[in-house]
């Protein structure tokens, strides 16, 4: 057994299997692509779902990947064990019913033993106790000896119904040491003596919704072997952390705390929590995904909080995070060149939430310890579930601090009625992603020859080569009137959506009938598939059919498109280059798009852009459309998406000297065909994400039209034309301003009036002087200000009500200091009058307001003020 480094024990796994026929494709992105059951990557196979299925054909009968993974579901035991990450990556070799177990078997023990020079010795293999047919490879071919094969219950695959079968997974023995030091010890053992390096599923079966099984017609190969593991055991280190995948983020992490790591096990957690998380961080961003308080956007944003908790657990009070970042990127720029690319991106998102949680962090501490002294105050230690919840949910202060800071002042937290409040909130979010999301159709195309399907926008006619119900995976052969279908052709001519943009509609026309097409997708394998109703007569496979397009509904489609490559070229002329596309929304009535910048866009800056997309469309410039090599398109300087996954043959559209895009959608061939840009609204959409909203065309014709229509109204409702109209609105705030002086003088006036009366209204009730009285003062602010000029003027109390335009009491009562002394409160007051009236209300004993509803009681509600207040005195 010889060091290797994390890198070069990568590309031997994809150089091994490249040797042995599989197509090498790089990591998916961590944002799965068409499958909303998923909020992010966090396996290998997890990309290829559909070709386990063999429902849709994979690019090759044999792939290999290292994929990057992330999960969550054990983020508590990340630091504390040897072996938990929320970021990982994943060795993989898949076989889509091509070869299975008696050359997968054979080739990992080749690659452990001869790749790797892992002593064979050392290695075992644990089986399903069922599996006969493992056990006589590994026994008899491989020549793993018999005590060294582990029949185990739980070696079986599954995840419900579906695709599932029995596994087969390697260990080695990390010596005696490690062990518990029974002689029988062996994998299975809960101990730390054999460690997993890699799992061979041997994908066999298909699981139905009853729970029985039936063999696959094809049979599939999907291993998975831990990069992170297999370096600790070439490297000889005790646990993943010490590896060269991680070890460099905990040494940076030490050196900013101005600690040591291995001195202290609650510090040695802390670094490996910030050490691991920061992979995640920086690999999740670099794939799209951004800050939020939802989905992936909330693992991403959890993640983080709880790095930046653990370096102030060891001292780190200040920002930290980029700086790791930059040592992540500089350890994975080798595999993973985009991440250098995307540096300055990461930079800004990660600096705006590390401040944001910072300041987060000192307003949930502050909020703690006033709850802690009130707590000492009562003779109290338990801190009760919902404010802790209410720390955490509404403020973001993560759970583990409350516990952390409550320890330290010899208290705990109710977490009981903490889990009841976190389980009624996970319950709201779980009812609504079910009513927001479902689970995609994936349809069975194993049949079609998919290489021979074509898309060609000009085409007049194809034929049908599949048809299946809307909703149902499997084929059939016809569809009739009225029903739901989806149809594949061998050439198309409709446009699936993509990339944000809408796909085309419109009509198949059948021989015996006609179908009205709703939606056009592309599905995972490429083929398109166009979705809608069967509207006359009856369409089937085999039929040659028409394809009418709604053309204009795609030339609006077009250029909203193309205005939006404009636009986004616009924006980085203007913001900078860190502007990048992150999310569109492209259809025959307007356009959205989503970008990444920290701060509002200001008017100034949305009008620049707004004449530079103009500019653009009145250049008049022709829009052109390449297939290039993707190297080529690189180097050519063109702007690729976040999260989206190219070939090796991309297509670029070019608007000359403006913009270059790797684009699939829809697109005009001039750029004067676009007609006019116009920006409707500039928004936040969350965490380092705007959103504009803009129209062209028709769209842009009729919106101006609206603005007339409603310039010409207003005109016409203030009797002036429209080209005076703005002088108009001024004369007239000029004279409402006016008039408003003149009410509020004329309202001091009366103020003046009624306090001058008061004193002929005051009574005396055991020595208090009491002012009750009807007022007329207009609002709330005029009633109190009235009240504290009476209340000077009386002392003792004053009780005033004022009745209101809408028929509805204000109630509002006052005492000086000698009168709350001598037992008065104003709050029990109002609320016995507001009472009388129908209403309600409250305050202090000094100060305090009210609200009634039915003003015919007024008299005898003040008539109650009285004999309140007599009762209150002493």
Known sequence: MKYMSGNEIRKRFLKFFEDRGHLVLPSASLIPQDD?????????????????????????????TCQKCVRTGDIENVGRTARHHTYFEMLG??????????????????????ELELPADKLWVTIHPTDDEAYEIWHNVVGVPDERIVRLEENFWETGSGPCGPDSELHIDMGEERGCGRPDCKPGCDCDRFLEIWNLVFTQYDQHEDGTYTPLANKNIDTGAGLERLASVLQGKPSNFETDLIFPIIEYAAKVAGVEYGKDKKTDVSLKVIADHVRSITFMIADG??????GRGYVLRRVLRRAVRHARLIGIEDKFLNGAVDVVIDMFKEPYPYLVEKTSFIHKVIEMEETSFLRTLRQGCDLLYTEIESLKKENKTVLDGATAFRLSDTFGFPRELTAEILEEEGMTMDDKAFNEALEVQRKMARDARDDKTGRPVIYNTRSIDLASLKVDEGAQCGKIVAMYPAHDAQPVESMEDGKKAAVITDVTAFHAEGGGQLGDTGRIIAPAGVMQVEITKKLPDGATIMIGTVTEGTVAVGDEVKFEIERG???????????????????????????????????????????????????????????????????????????????????????????????????????????????????????????????LSESSTGAGVRRIEAVTGHGALNYVREMEDMVKTAATGLKCRSNDLCARICALQSDYKAAEQKISELEGQIAKAQVSDAASSVCDIKGVPVLVQKVSAGDVEALRSLGDQMRDKVGGVVVLADVIDSGKINILAMAAKDAVAKGIHAGQIVKEVARVCGGGGGGRPDMAQAGGKDASKLDEALKTALTVIEGQIK
């Open 36 to 64: 909303p059951t998923l909020l992010l990557i966090g396996a290998g196979m997890a990309p290829f779902k559909p070709f386990f299925t063999g429902k849709m054909k994979p690019p090759s009968p044999r792939i290999t």
């Open 93 to 114: 070799d898949f076989s889509f019913g091509d070869y299975f177990k008696k050359e997968i078997i054979p080739w990992s023990w080749e690659f452990l033993t001869k």
């Open 289 to 294: 995904v951004l800050p939020s308080n939802e």
């Open 553 to 679: 509904r795609k030339n609006d489609i077009a250029r909203n498109h193309t205005a939006t490559h404009l636009l986004h070229a616009a924006l980085k002329q203007v913001l900078g280059d860190h502007v990048n596309q992150a999310g569109s929304y492209v259809g025959p009535d307007r356009l959205r798009f989503d970008f990444s910048h920290f701060s509002p866009v200001t008017e100034e800056e949305l009008r620049r852009v707004e004449e530079i997309v103009n500019d653009q469309i009145l250049a008049a410039k022709d829009v052109t459309i390449e297939e290039l090599p993707i190297d080529e398109a690189k180097k050519r300087g063109a702007v690729a998406l976040f999260g989206e996954k190219y070939g090796s043959i991309v297509r670029v559209v070019t608007v000359p000297g403006f913009s270059m895009e790797f684009c699939g959608g829809v697109h005009v061939g001039n750029t004067a065909q676009i007609g006019m840009f116009k920006i």
